[in-house]
T-cell receptor, first 114, second 113 residues
Framework: EPEVTQTPSHQVTQMGQEVILRCVPISNHLYFYWYRQILGQKVEFLVSFYNNEISEKSEIFDDQFSVERPDGSNFTLKIRSTKLEDSAMYFC????????????FGPGTRLTVT | GENVEQHPSTLSVQEGDSAVIKCTYSDSASNYFPWYKQELGKRPQLIIDIRSNVGEKKDQRIAVTLNKTAKHFSLHITETQPEDSAVYFCAAIRSGGYNKLIFGAGTRLAVHP
């Protein structure tokens, strides 16, 4: 069964550094999402992406964040200047079009900002 | 704004008992309600979902009920087993948008042998 994959599984970075989190969605999926989960808290929506552009973003997704689909398979989340409070698990998700709403989650990238 | 409330935050049951987790949503335009199970350090896994045109759905030991009028939906797990121990999240999706998931705060279920 196809799965969403994410790399790296764990990223440690210093405050102020840029990080890029990578995701490979399921190949025939058209809608892509990033969510984050601070340790012990609920999963929060960051951004959705469709047809090569951001379709919706949350208040968390400020100017420090950007997303890109640089080629036909990868979907990336960039944080330009990381803060301590960006430490969290970041999940990528994707879904197909049509009548299904089911989103498939990747295994996550644990980002630790020191 | 969009919000999903989930209760209880923790639930402890004996193996074989039933467990019920309840959620309420604020956006009346929500039309899809998935439940995710998350084991420690792992991705959320969809276990069951329900659409707004259905009142109840069952899959073996798990079932979900939806009351659209009251904006409530619940997860029922019967004959619980230790491997059911995890954090369970309810979520809602609003129709007509790009289908972002709005999650509840989660319920940590512990099933004791």
């Amino acid at each position: 069964e196809p799965e969403v994959t994410q790399t790296p599984s764990h990223q440690v970075t210093q405050m102020g550094q840029e990080v890029i989190l990578r995701c490979v969605p399921i190949s025939n999926h058209l809608y892509f999402y990033w969510y984050r989960q601070i340790l012990g808290q609920k999963v929060e929506f960051l951004v959705s992406f469709y047809n090569n552009e951001i379709s919706e973003k949350s208040e968390i997704f400020d100017d420090q964040f950007s997303v890109e689909r640089p080629d036909g398979s990868n979907f990336t989340l960039k944080i330009r200047s990381t803060k301590l409070e960006d430490s969290a698990m970041y999940f990528c998700a994707s879904r197909t079009s049509g009548g299904t709403y089911e989103q498939y989650f990747g295994p996550g990238t644990r980002l630790t900002v020191t | 704004g969009e919000n999903v409330e989930q209760h209880p935050s923790t639930l402890s049951v004996q193996e074989g008992d039933s467990a019920v987790i309840k959620c309420t949503y604020s956006d009346s335009a929500s039309n899809y309600f998935p439940w995710y199970k998350q084991e420690l350090g792992k991705r959320p896994q969809l276990i069951i979902d329900i659409r707004s045109n259905v009142g109840e759905k069952k899959d073996q030991r798990i079932a979900v009920t939806l009351n659209k009028t009251a904006k409530h939906f619940s997860l029922h797990i019967t004959e619980t087993q230790p491997e059911d121990s995890a954090v369970y999240f309810c979520a809602a999706i609003r129709s007509g948008g790009y289908n972002k998931l709005i999650f509840g705060a989660g319920t940590r279920l512990a099933v004791h042998p």
